[in-house]
């Protein structure tokens, strides 16, 4: 496709179930960035892939969190055990190559509710 | 405090008017991106800057690195510019470029 996808695009479970949810980068981009947004409150930084690096995995809330990125493509980011604070809206963005400042090309969200 | 901020929060203009959104930042940074983010939630990427001025359509964005600011223009506003406007930017001190996000600017623009 021509820009970043993710799945699902909404997503409602319950409270302690598991969840997954994946992004499609766009072909060739090399860096992945997960990121969420809750409810009033701004953007934050989950996890971030460069190639084969080890991820940055610096902004995960809890250790309930978790992600990967197979092939150095599709990445699903999982949680377990939710919570109803993990209602959110998870965005998935990819860049081209690590470098100053590069655009990040954002995928539509997963919007994620925990009842 | 946070590391980038904008301001204002809400904005309310007519149609016609002059927009102009402000962002600042209190660490060093590679360079800067202003986003905008429609009601459905989508966000796109409009510009990303490290010095001067950049033009596209009726926006216009500028950065003063010394200063640590950098402010978003929107020429003749459209109902159809009415959205979130976020400024980020990637830390210098963090690896890689995850980016750190003012808390949005809420735009509306009447007809």
């Known amino acids: 496709g021509a820009g970043v996808s993710q799945s699902p695009s909404n997503k409602v479970t319950e409270k302690g179930k598991d969840v997954e949810l994946r992004c499609d980068p766009i072909?060739?981009?090399?860096?992945l960035y997960w990121y969420r947004q809750s409810l009033g409150q701004g953007l934050e930084f989950l996890i971030y892939f460069q190639g084969n690096s080890a991820p940055d995995k610096s902004g995960l809330p809890s250790d309930r969190f978790s992600a990967e990125r197979t092939g150095g493509s599709v990445s699903t980011l999982t949680i377990q055990r939710t919570q109803q604070e993990d209602s959110a809206v998870y965005l998935c963005?990819?860049?081209?190559?690590?470098?100053?400042?590069?655009?990040?090309?954002f995928g539509p969200g997963t919007r994620l509710l925990v009842l | 405090k946070n590391e980038v901020e904008q301001s204002p929060q809400n904005l309310t203009a007519q149609e016609g008017e002059f927009i102009t959104i402000n962002c600042s930042y209190s660490?060093?940074?590679?360079?800067l991106h202003w986003l905008q983010q429609h009601p459905g939630g989508g966000i796109v990427s409009l510009f990303m800057?490290?010095?001067g001025k950049k033009k596209h359509g009726r926006l216009i964005a500028t950065i003063n690195i010394q200063e640590k600011h950098s402010s978003l223009h929107i020429t003749a506003s459209h109902p159809r510019d009415s959205a979130v406007y976020i400024c980020?930017?990637?830390?210098?001190?963090?690896?890689?470029?995850?980016?750190?996000f003012g808390g949005g600017t809420r735009v509306l623009v009447k007809p």
């Open positions: 660490v060093g940074i590679s360079a």
């Open positions: 800057l490290s010095s």
């Open positions: 980020a930017a990637p830390m210098i001190k963090a690896a890689g470029n995850k980016l750190t």
């Open positions: 963005a990819s860049s081209f190559q690590q470098g100053d400042g590069e655009t990040q090309y």
């Open positions: 072909s060739g981009h090399t860096a």
